[in-house]
């Protein structure tokens, strides 16, 4: 019998680039520190290649190049490069980055969108802070589009901590026909995209913000996600590089925001839902987490972390209240295993809670796609 081909390492993706060469400094992409964030998941490699930003656009046979010479190494079943910002960049001052004015090339601008056709609307779940549920909310959410019967994707956009592959009960990695695009993994009638199904489970993505970015970009763009009435982005927490790149470059139908009750979270969901108000994004509403909790013993019903929170901040906010969903054992347990209570419980008053949030939700996303398009966003410094 022949031997087992051996696992791919760091160092045989290395090698196999040493033979690529740079042609602005004439010499290896490796001996000119240009390769990081070397990752190896079941012989699925992802790695980034620092250049200068303003080489980006003609380098790009550059990153073909290196994607070839890694894709011939024994073991490799697929590869992913992506072109990221030099390290020694300097981060651009914030008024730097502002967009033209109105009839001072917002042409460029329009062009600086993302381009992804197929995909009806896009829809983004955000929260303020993190541990608020947002994935969970995500995920149910998707899952109940689909179960109404609309084509639905759903992008895991957290590189730091993608939570998808378990949430959503997908184990192996995407494929790819024809060697330059992604084919989306399925489970619960929608289809996924995240890293995690391309970096071991406890592998820390130590990526500096143009690398996530780079990452992101091409989630969206190299993977064949078909025809699709809704794809829905969970994103990271925060309001920080990610979410404001998704909020500026990709064509948001909508946002959601995600917060438990108390004080704190609200405060940060205000600040979600004000950058996207900044960025011209439509919110369409916010979902009160962990509303409420209902003693499966006595039927007793505890405000563990405050209750209406989110309603009264809605109102003070001017957005819609979309709905709560209590603190449930069910939602942890089914969520952990990678059946979302949706899915696997249907008739449960949980599931049919994320039900009618996803019935408000779609409502309001075709009130947009009827005769509406947005314009690219406009940043609003204050």
């Known amino acids: 019998m022949a031997n087992a081909t051996p696992p791919v390492t760091e160092a045989d993706i290395l090698a196999a680039l040493r033979a690529v060469l740079d042609p602005t400094r004439r010499t290896d992409v490796v001996s000119a520190g240009m390769i990081s964030g070397v990752a190896i998941k079941d012989g699925n490699v992802h790695f980034a290649i620092e250049v200068d930003p303003s080489e980006g656009a003609k380098l790009e046979p550059l990153r073909q190049a290196a994607e070839k010479a890694v894709d011939r190494v024994p073991g490799v079943l697929s590869v992913t490069a992506v072109l990221t910002a030099h390290r020694g960049e300097p981060a651009k001052p914030a008024a730097a980055q502002r967009p033209a004015a109105p009839g ?43 179960a109404d019967g609309l084509g639905v994707g759903l992008l895991d956009a957290d590189i730091y901590g993608p939570s998808m592959p378990r949430m959503m009960g997908i184990r192996g990695r995407p494929e790819s026909r024809d060697g330059r695009s992604l084919i989306p993994m399925r489970n619960h009638g929608v289809s996924c995209m995240s890293i995690g199904f391309l970096v071991e489970e406890d592998t820390p993505m130590i990526w500096r913000g143009p690398m996530v970015i780079s990452a992101l970009n091409q989630m969206l763009t190299d993977v064949a996600w078909g025809a699709l009435d809704v794809l829905v982005v969970d994103l990271p927490p925060g309001t920080g590089d990610a979410q404001l790149t998704m909020a500026q470059r990709v064509p948001l139908t909508g946002a959601v925001i995600v917060s438990t009750p108390q004080d ?11 950058m996207f108000r900044q960025v011209d994004v439509p919110v369409f509403g916010i979902i009160e987490n962990m509303s409420y909790f209902l003693c499966p013993s006595c039927g007793h019903e505890s405000h563990i972390f405050g209750h209406g929170g989110a309603r009264a901040e809605a109102l003070r906010l001017d957005v819609e209240f979309l709905g709560e969903i209590p603190l449930h054992m069910d939602i942890r347990e089914t969520s952990d295993s990678g059946r979302p209570i949706v899915a696997s419980e249907p008739a449960s008053p949980h599931a049919q809670a994320y039900r ?4 408000r939700v779609w409502e309001k996303a075709s009130e947009r796609l009827t005769g509406q398009t947005r314009p690219p966003p406009r940043i609003v410094i204050q």
């Open 104 to 146: 001072r090339g917002a042409e460029g601008r329009a062009s600086g969108m993302l381009q992804l056709p197929g995909i009806a609307s896009i829809i983004a779940v955000a929260s303020g802070k993190g541990g608020v549920g947002k994935s969970t909310t995500a995920i149910n959410l998707a899952v109940a589009l689909a």
């Open 356 to 359: 009618r949030i996803a019935q």
């Open 264 to 274: 704190i979270a609200l405060l940060d969901a205000r600040k979600g839902l004000n």
